[in-house]
């Protein structure tokens, strides 16, 4: 089946900074979105992305739909004590009425700690 | 604003007994789904369901494993048999359509002992 490689696992960093996290894939995916789950809950839906090259912002966060559709990108700009959580790439095939519509292909997820 | 809802939120059950999950998906959804958290791990697919039928189960969606929508509000997992390594958080999910963005529930954490 599809693997989305998420990168990096893990990063510590000082309140202030920008975060940078990506998912790669070896195969194509027409919809990448990217949700934040924090402990004991549910993945929270923060960007979704529909078009290949396209780069949408949602506050302090802004995602890439890498032109190849195989890659997305996600970056935090000064981030705060809350941004404190695990960020998930996912990615779906979405064909109309083909295989896998609606399903979600997610990444290992990568975890923030941000130290005040 | 519009949420996914599910109950409960933990449940505690012995190897062996049927399990039923319950979710109350958003309303003008139309596409259903389960997923499942292993403690420290990703998010895997169990199954999706769409026009009162299954549009694709994983490999791990095994005959142990069941869907229904009861009726015009409820969507459900069961799991006839339930194994040790069923523990898991299950998280039902909705979308508008099947390629549209996928809102998630708060999840049932289970346990099997």
């Known amino acids: 089946g599809q693997q989305l490689n998420q990168s990096p696992q893990s990063m510590f960093i000082q309140e202030g900074e920008d975060v940078s996290m990506n998912c790669t894939s070896s195969?194509?995916?027409?919809?990448w979105l990217w949700y934040k789950q924090d402990p004991g809950e549910g993945p929270v839906l923060l960007i979704a992305?529909?078009?290949?090259?396209e780069l949408t912002s949602n506050g302090r966060l802004t995602a890439q739909f890498g032109i190849t559709r195989k890659d997305s990108f996600l970056n935090i700009s000064a981030s705060i004590p809350s941004d404190v959580g695990i960020y998930f790439c996912?990615?779906?095939?979405?064909?109309?009425?083909?295989?896998?519509?609606?399903?979600?292909?997610f990444g290992q997820g990568t975890i923030l700690t941000v130290h005040p | 604003e519009p949420e996914v809802t599910q109950t409960p939120s933990h449940q505690v059950t012995q190897m062996g007994q049927e399990v039923i999950l319950r979710c109350v998906p958003i309303?003008?959804?139309?596409?259903f789904y389960w997923y499942r958290q292993i403690l420290g791990q990703k998010v895997e697919f169990l199954v999706s369901?769409?026009?009162?039928?299954?549009?694709?189960k994983s490999e791990i969606f095994d005959d142990q494993f069941s869907v229904e929508r009861p009726d015009g509000s409820n969507f459900t997992l069961k799991i006839r048999s339930t194994k040790l390594e069923d523990s898991a958080m299950y998280f039902c999910?909705?979308?508008?359509?099947?390629?549209?963005?996928?809102?998630f529930g708060q999840g049932t954490r289970l346990t099997v002992v």
């Open positions: 999910a909705s979308s508008v359509m099947g390629n549209t963005e996928a809102f």
């Open positions: 195969s194509i995916f027409n919809t």
């Open positions: 992305l529909y078009k290949a090259g």
């Open positions: 996912a990615g779906q095939l979405g064909g109309a009425g083909g295989t896998s519509y609606g399903k979600l292909t």
């Open positions: 309303s003008n959804h139309l596409y």
């Open positions: 369901f769409y026009n009162n039928e299954i549009s694709e």
